[in-house]
């Protein structure tokens, strides 16, 4: 039993900490309607253009207001209290999901107000979530990082589980709006846990290893009147120096931008596997039951030393299995069955699974990375560069991947992305050695 006990997720954050205990649980209800509406818009926009490449045109809209409003907003995350910034930007997310429920009640049918939501709904995300990881280490202890991330990730990976699955199953038998109503109804949990959050003010410049103080009242409101674009230069100044924390970003971006398969789903389901929205929400789920499975038997994550080794060997096992996915499109040939084909579903679903498994391992060990090697007076901004690569990283890759596949199908671009993220990989790891050697016991940036 202790084996077994050793091997599952550690819950001491959310026993020691109850405001981190609030935020995971309203964040989680959260989550999981923001999947439904991530699923239901893009088949909508298949379902009003009949092309994967439209859906990717998604991935730009949210792309750029990500990029300029992530990493200003970092910067508004390092000069503000962090309750109060994440607060806003939370209360305009949902003001927006709001906006995407009433286009499908009111039947207006257009992809380019799609679009121009999507494109809203990107830049309240690219301040709300640097806000709101940036918390996190103000609310654990440093020595329970892991396991919170680990936590977190859990959580996100169980909403893109049920999501899709609860996602497509709306559409199929309400239609879209039902499914955005609901997001826009759970997206209240998120509001009340920020709410319940206690004052987090910025603190004084200080480097790992220093203790942070409170940054007095009256320089705070100097800082917060100056916060401009030179905040947002001196975050990414800093980044230049850290080649560890830079290498966190670079090995992601291999993976998400070259092998993202989410924009491959909705032609998957319809044009290759059969099933329709169904398939695609089971391959959606597929990918989130893998990360679920990876941070369920997490316990083991916290005591790993060499973190950069495992974040290359997982983002190497993610592109394998993107690959596998490729392959099994390739045997089953695009036939447009009238039938799910149940057998190859499953088999496309077990390469989403493994990818999803080794796309959470990657990611508990680059947000500690982040976490432990950066200063608290930057964590806000460099927060802001990981929400861009994080979340903008995908989007570009949705665009990449859905030109890909106008040209030579969904099945060869999910083989060619793959291959490309491993052979990117290891070529950004030989450059940067460092990376290889990261010694969580003496953490380095």
Same mark, same amino acid.
């Given at each position: 039993?202790? *084996? ?16 981190? *205990? ?43 207001? =990500? ?8 910067? #508004? ?15 305009? =997310? ?52 892991? $396991?919170?991330? &680990?936590?977190?990730?859990?959580? /996100? ?37 920020? /709410? *319940?959050?206690? @004052?987090?003010?910025? =603190? ?11 940054? @007095? ?5 100097? *800082? ?16 230049? +120096? ?7 970003? #670079?090995?992601?971006?291999? %993976?998400?931008?070259? $092998? ?7 032609? &998957? ?27 369920? !038997? ?26 596998? !996915? ?7 040939? &695009? ?32 947000? +500690? ?36 596949? %106008? /040209?030579?199908?969904?099945?060869? &671009? $999910? ?10 990989? /290891? ?12 010694? $969580? ?5």
């Amino acid at each position: 039993m202790a *084996r077994v006990n050793g091997l599952l997720a550690d819950t001491t954050p959310l026993r020691t900490s109850p405001p981190f *205990r609030r935020l995971w649980w309203g964040l989680g209800v959260s989550n999981l309607g923001s999947q439904l509406t991530v699923v239901a818009v893009g088949l909508q926009v298949y379902a009003l253009t009949q092309s994967s490449l439209a859906v990717g045109v998604l991935g730009i809209c949210a792309l750029v207001p =990500l990029v300029v409003l992530g990493l200003y907003g970092g910067a #508004l995350v390092d000069a503000y209290d962090r309750r109060k910034v994440a607060l806003a930007a939370s209360s305009a =997310l949902w003001v927006v999901t709001a906006l995407i429920a009433l286009q499908a009640w009111f039947h207006v049918e257009s992809v380019g107000v799609l679009y121009g939501l999507v494109a809203l709904q990107s830049a309240a995300f690219a301040i709300n979530n640097p806000a709101r990881t940036a918390i996190i280490p103000r609310l654990v202890e440093p020595r329970l990082l892991p $396991a919170a991330n &680990a936590l977190q990730t859990l959580s /996100w990976n169980v909403a893109l589980t049920v999501g899709p699955l609860g996602g497509a199953a709306l559409v199929a038998l309400w239609g879209y709006q039902v499914a955005y109503t609901i997001d826009a109804v759970l997206f209240a949990a998120a509001l009340w846990a920020v /709410w *319940r959050l206690p @004052d987090l003010p910025p =603190l004084a410049a200080s480097r790992p290893g220093a203790s942070p103080a409170a940054v @007095d009242p009256a320089r705070r409101r100097r *800082r917060s009147r100056v916060v401009g674009w030179r905040s947002v230069l001196d975050g990414l100044r800093y980044l230049g +120096t850290q080649p560890t924390i830079r290498t966190t970003f #670079l090995v992601d971006l291999a %993976a998400m931008v070259l $092998a993202s398969p989410r924009v491959l789903l909705p032609a &998957a389901g319809v044009v290759w596997l059969g099933g329709g929205e169904t398939t695609t929400g089971v391959l959606a789920a597929a990918f989130a039951i893998g990360a679920v499975l990876a941070s369920a !038997f997490s316990g083991g994550l916290s005591r790993v030393r060499w973190q950069g080794r495992v974040i290359v060997w997982a983002i190497t096992a993610y592109g394998a299995s993107i690959v596998l !996915f490729g392959l099994v499109l390739v045997q089953v040939g &695009a036939t447009s069955p009238g039938t799910a084909l149940v057998g190859w579903i499953v088999a496309a679903g077990v390469a989403l699974a493994l990818a999803g498994a080794s796309d959470a391992v990657s990611s508990v060990f680059r947000q +500690t990375i982040l976490q432990t090697a950066a200063p608290d007076d930057m964590r806000g901004r460099l927060q802001g560069v990981f929400i861009v690569v994080v979340a903008g990283g995908p989007r570009l890759g949705e665009l990449v991947l859905g030109a890909d596949a %106008a /040209w030579v199908g969904e099945a060869w &671009a $999910a083989v060619i992305g793959g291959v490309a993220c491993v052979v990117v990989l /290891w070529l950004v790891v030989r450059a940067q050695r460092g990376f290889w050697h990261y010694d $969580a016991h003496h953490p380095e940036p």
